[in-house]
C-alpha cells in the first residue's frame, strides 16, 4: 500500500514538474506563487466588421472607450489566441491545465472605441459576461452562456440576443430594434430596456420596469414568476393567459376583462400588443 502511494506521488511529482517545464516562459504558476500570464491582442476597428469572442470559464469585460483601435488584454492562467478571419476578428481563451492549483482570477477585457459600429458576438461556458457599453451603437450583439451571468449597462443595438442556461441575466439601459432573450434555470431583470422584446423563460424568475414602452413584447413563461412595472400612460393592449399559475394586476387600465386564467387590459389606443403566456408560474403586472 505505501509502495504504491509512493508510486503516485512520484508521477504526480513528475506531471507537475513536465508543466513548470512547458509552460514556465509564459507564466505557468503553481499554488498561485508565480508570474501570472498576460496576453494582449489589437486590431483597427476600421479592418473589421465583427468581433467573435470564445471563452469558456473565463470572465469577459467589454469596455467602450474614446480610442483608436479594438485592443484585447488576457489576465491570469489561460492562453489567448488571436486572428483575423476576413473581417472578423476572432478572440479564443483556453485556460491552461492544472487549473486547481490557481487561485488567479482569468479575466479577459475588451476595449472597443466608440466609431466601431458593427458585430460583437459573445460565447461563454461558466464564466462571466459583461457589457459597459456607455452607450456604444452596434448592429448585432449576440450573447451566450451556459452557467455565467450576463450584465450589458448603455448599449445599443440594432439586433440583440442574448442566451443563458443556468446563469443570469440583467440588462439595464438598453435600446434595441428588436431583441431575443431566451433564459433556462437563470433569473431575468430588465430596466429601462426598449424595442420589440421577445422573452421566453423555463424555470426562472423575470422582473421588468419600462420608463417607456413603444414596441410589442412577448412573454412565455414556463414554471417562473414574472413581474412587470409598466409606465402609466403606456399605449398597450395587454393579454395575458396562464395554465395553473395566478395572474395578478395593480396597473390601472382604462379598460380591463379579467377571468380566473385570463386578463384582458387596454390603455390609451391600444397600440403596443402585450402578450404573455404562463404554464405553472404566477405574473403580476403594476
Do not use: W
Not at 504558476?29 to 491582442?41: D, L, M, P, R
Not at 448603455?154 to 440588462?171: D, F, H, W, Y
Not at 434555470?185 to 417607456?212: H, R, Y
Request: proline letters at 2%.
Amino acid at each position: 500500500m505505501k509502495k504504491t502511494l509512493g508510486k503516485l506521488l512520484i508521477i504526480a511529482g513528475i506531471v507537475i514538474l513536465a508543466c513548470f517545464i512547458y509552460d514556465g516562459v509564459r507564466g505557468f504558476s503553481f499554488i498561485g506563487f508565480n508570474q501570472e500570464s498576460v496576453h494582449t491582442a489589437s486590431v483597427s476597428p476600421k479592418k473589421v466588421n465583427n468581433i467573435d469572442i470564445n471563452a469558456k470559464s473565463i470572465t469577459v469585460n467589454i469596455k467602450a472607450e474614446q480610442r483608436d483601435d479594438i485592443d484585447a488584454e488576457l489576465s491570469g492562467n489561460a492562453r489567448l489566441e488571436s486572428s483575423e478571419n476576413g473581417d472578423s476578428l476572432q478572440l479564443s481563451v483556453h485556460p491552461k491545465p492544472f487549473q486547481f492549483f490557481f487561485f488567479q482570477k482569468n479575466e479577459l477585457i475588451v476595449r472597443i472605441p466608440y466609431e466601431y459600429k458593427d458585430d460583437l458576438s459573445i460565447t461563454s461556458g461558466s464564466g462571466n459576461v459583461n457589457i459597459s457599453g456607455g452607450h456604444l451603437h452596434l448592429k448585432k450583439v449576440a450573447l451566450s452562456s451556459g452557467s455565467g451571468s450576463q450584465k450589458v449597462n448603455q448599449l445599443q443595438a440594432e439586433q440583440l440576443e442574448v442566451k443563458g442556461t443556468s446563469g443570469n441575466i440583467r440588462l439595464k439601459d438598453v435600446r434595441t430594434a428588436e431583441a431575443d432573450i431566451h433564459s433556462t434555470s437563470g433569473n431575468t431583470k430588465l430596466e429601462d430596456v426598449t424595442g420589440k422584446l421577445n422573452i421566453k423563460q423555463t424555470s426562472g424568475n423575470l422582473k421588468a420596469s419600462f420608463s417607456a414602452l413603444n414596441d410589442p413584447l412577448s412573454i412565455k413563461q414556463t414554471s417562473g414568476n414574472a413581474k412587470l412595472d409598466l409606465p402609466d400612460d403606456a399605449d398597450i393592449s395587454l393579454e395575458a393567459v396562464s395554465t395553473s399559475g395566478n395572474i395578478s394586476y395593480s396597473y390601472s387600465f382604462d379598460q380591463i376583462s379579467s377571468k380566473k386564467r385570463t386578463l384582458t387590459g387596454k390603455n390609451g389606443n391600444g397600440q403596443n400588443k402585450i402578450d404573455i403566456s404562463l404554464t405553472s408560474g404566477n405574473v403580476s403586472i403594476e
